[in-house]
């Protein structure tokens, strides 16, 4: 098949697992957004592979005016690129960029290997990280909605396959102006992926509804959230945060899920810190709407922590390829503050210098070693104080008014009777405490 996994095949001869052979092809425009091109324009579409469990086994690189219509690279670096795959004994050729369904057709006839694009491996790392029950169903939903349009891509190399093989019946090819198998078969798959996407927006929509729910009853805390590029260290920091577990691999797309934990700031103050998936150059747009729940903190949180690897050479790209994808879901208005981490892992060539001179209010930090980690919450620290306060009221015990605006608005930590006043230890934000006074409350203490 043209489409599937580049991860792992099973050996005939003694069922072993092996790492599938892959080659790399960027085709590289005069406008392209690669990020790291002074370095290694493959060197991030290395790393996916390994992410997908592959092994890079060559690559090829084109500089072109434009794409070639029906082979994306031009046809003479196809031909080129057949005979390289064979000599380096490929199982399959990823390339850097979305490819049409038809010119991923083009370059598999002509180069007689499995051909995958971008798109298709960051699905299939997803599919293969994907824990939780919503997390499957998101990436499924992509997958589908990806594949769908090109299902007859799919079908017409089947029928290809079984006609250069002498095949039997299901791959037989319809006459000019007849319907064959193949058509038939299209039908009854478009059908039935159809099905399935109804199936899965079905179930993802009341994910969504919970999720909407779940997130509008965390109003009454200052929400941020960590956002940021594949491995830049955003659980590494909620843990270190939080005393969460969240699980830290050096490897791409450890995190696809969203954890939320308190996160105690001192003095009182209590923020909701949550930790998400992280983001890639042109993160496929399938994706970004069927993870729509799993972003949902994001989307509405008080303040977004920019998490930078600061130590690659490419954090300036992957800034900008951030905000992107923040632009995309709606965050265009959400405050953002920048955190330069790994700073304990600088090389001569890292654009540390460029990061300062372009983010002056950025914090540096290293998640690991728990340098700035103090600055950094000393500066949350001034953004909650300013929006919460934290006051011991005193009332009758039968106000009911006062109680149910402060359940409403207000988080009441804790509360004790006496002779029929009730005293309550309330974090609020500070523009309700006017009509908290008028409900007749009075202040004993605040922080
Ligand atoms: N040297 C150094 N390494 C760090 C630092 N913070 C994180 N790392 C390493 O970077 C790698 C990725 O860390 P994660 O915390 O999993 O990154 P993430 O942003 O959550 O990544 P995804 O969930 O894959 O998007 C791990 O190997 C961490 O140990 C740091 O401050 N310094
Ligand atoms: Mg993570």
């Known amino acids: 098949m043209p489409t599937g996994p580049a991860s792992l095949k099973i050996q005939d001869n003694n069922q072993s697992v092996v790492a599938e052979r892959a080659v790399l092809v960027g085709l590289i425009l005069p406008n392209s ?80 290997h499995r051909v995958i694009d971008r798109t298709e491996l960051i699905l299939d790392i997803f599919a293969s990280r994907a824990r939780t029950h919503s997390a499957r169903l998101q990436v499924e939903l992509a997958q589908l909605e990806y594949t769908a349009p090109r299902l007859r891509g799919m079908w017409s190399h089947l029928e290809r396959i079984a006609g250069a093989g002498g095949g039997t019946t299901a791959g037989a090819v319809g006459g000019v102006g007849t319907r064959g198998p193949g058509e038939r078969q299209i039908e009854i798959d478009r059908r039935l992926v159809q099905k399935r996407v109804t ?79 992280g983001f890639v150059r042109n993160l496929p747009h399938q994706l970004v709407a069927s993870f729509r729940a799993t972003l949902e903190e994001t989307v509405h949180a008080d303040l977004l922590l920019h998490v930078v690897d600061a130590s690659s050479h490419d954090a300036p790209g992957q800034i900008k390829a951030v905000e992107r994808v923040l632009d995309d879901i709606g965050c265009h208005d959400t405050p953002r503050l920048n955190v330069l981490n790994k700073v304990d892992a600088l090389d001569d060539e890292s654009s540390i210098h460029i990061l300062r001179a372009n983010h002056e209010d950025a914090v ?33 015990a039968t106000n009911g008014r006062l109680l149910s605006y402060l359940s409403q608005y207000a988080h009441i930590l804790d509360r004790s009777y006496t002779d029929g006043t009730m005293r309550l230890d309330v ?3 500070t523009q309700e405490l006017p009509r908290v006074l008028n409900l007749g409350a009075t202040v004993i203490s605040s922080e």
């Open 199 to 277: 199936f899965l927006k079905s179930q993802l929509a009341n994910i969504d509804k919970r999720k909407i729910r779940e997130v509008k009853s965390r109003s009454d805390y200052y929400t941020i959230s960590l956002v940021g590029y594949t491995n830049a260290g955003k659980s590494t920091l909620m843990n270190a945060l939080t005393n969460a577990d969240t699980l830290v691999e050096d490897k791409l797309f450890a995190t696809l899920d969203t954890k939320t934990r308190k996160w105690n700031l001192g003095g009182g103050q209590v923020a909701l810190l949550s930790d998400t998936v």
């Open 33 to 112: 957004d690669h990020g790291a091109t002074r370095y290694d324009p493959l060197a991030e579409l290395a790393g996916l592979t390994a992410a997908a469990g592959a092994d890079v086994v060559g690559r090829v690189v084109q500089k072109r005016g434009q794409i070639c219509a029906s082979t994306y690279i031009g046809r003479g670096k196809v031909n080129e690129l057949a005979e390289y795959a064979a000599a380096k004994e490929a199982d399959v050729v990823i390339f850097d960029n979305e490819l049409a369904p038809s010119q991923i057709r083009e370059v598999e006839r002509i180069i007689e």
């Open 427 to 429: 974090r609020l934000p």
């Open 364 to 396: 540096e930090i290293s998640a690991l070693t728990g340098k700035g980690i103090d600055e950094l919450t000393e500066r949350i620290l001034d953004r909650v104080r300013g929006r919460y306060a934290r006051v011991m009221l005193e009332a009758s």
